[in-house]
């Protein structure tokens, strides 16, 4: 079984540029949510997609926006990116909703940083 | 919204002391609660949970209560070793259908040998 896996590993973007940032669930999980975590800080919610359609959002600005695909892969796109932009950002996928019963497991995360 | 008070770190233990970490949050309804642990250059690791007031979660000899009248979920081990070595972090899970972590910021364990 595969876990959650994201890509890049790291990457490197100058202010106003756009990125795009990859997950791929663990086998059979039709849920992804995203994280935002800056250094030395605990990982902040962003949005979640469950079954395609995004199912929560966190206090971040419409320029962060995603994607789940239909083999339940997702992206996070970032346009305009700022300086606080830079941080590791995770994805996290579970069975259904996630909650008390569907555990959430995170990739290893994408590092971006932007200058 | 949640939100998670979390033991400021870091803390350094002797392997085989005590280890208590506290944790306290407020959120809106009847949150699950959640310990996650990330190890040096690894992803986070879900470490236990407790879904209801009272429930006790333990893995690893970790283990936390939950206690919905003070609002805590304390992580205590009592006998720490090198490879407990991690950043901790204590998170809720609520909101309306999305069941969002809300996370603490983490408190970092060091264990010497």
């Known amino acids: 079984e595969t876990g959650v896996t994201q890509s890049p590993t790291h990457l490197i973007k100058t202010r106003g540029q756009q990125v795009t940032l990859r997950c791929s669930s663990q086998?059979?999980?039709?849920?992804v949510s995203w994280y935002q975590q800056a250094l030395g800080q605990g990982p902040q919610f962003i949005f979640q997609?469950?079954?395609?359609?995004?199912?929560g959002r966190g206090n971040f600005p419409p320029r962060f926006s995603g994607l789940q695909f239909p083999n339940y892969s997702s992206e996070l796109n970032v346009n305009a990116l700022e300086l606080d932009d830079s941080a590791l950002y995770l994805c996290?996928?579970?069975?259904?909703?996630?909650?008390?019963?569907?555990?959430?497991?995170f990739g290893p995360g994408t590092r971006l940083t932007v200058l | 919204g949640d939100s998670v008070t979390q033991m400021e770190g870091p803390v350094t233990l002797s392997e085989e002391a005590f280890l208590t970490i506290n944790c306290t949050y407020t959120?809106?309804?009847?949150?699950?609660l959640f310990w996650y642990v990330q190890y040096p250059g690894e992803g986070l690791q879900l470490l236990l949970k407790?879904?209801?007031?009272?429930d006790k979660g333990s893995n690893k000899g970790f283990e936390a209560t939950y206690r919905k009248e003070t609002t805590s979920f304390h992580l205590e081990k009592g006998s720490v070793q090198v490879s407990d070595s991690a950043v901790y972090f204590c998170?809720?899970?609520?909101?309306?259908?999305?069941?969002?972590?809300?996370f603490g910021k983490g408190t970092k364990l060091s264990v010497i040998p």
């Open positions: 086998s059979g999980h039709n849920t």
């Open positions: 997609y469950y079954r395609e359609e995004e199912n």
């Open positions: 959120a809106t309804g009847y949150p699950s």
């Open positions: 996290a996928s579970s069975l259904g909703l996630a909650g008390a019963f569907n555990e959430q497991f």
């Open positions: 998170a809720p899970s609520s909101g309306a259908g999305s069941y969002q972590l809300t």
């Open positions: 407790a879904t209801k007031a009272d």
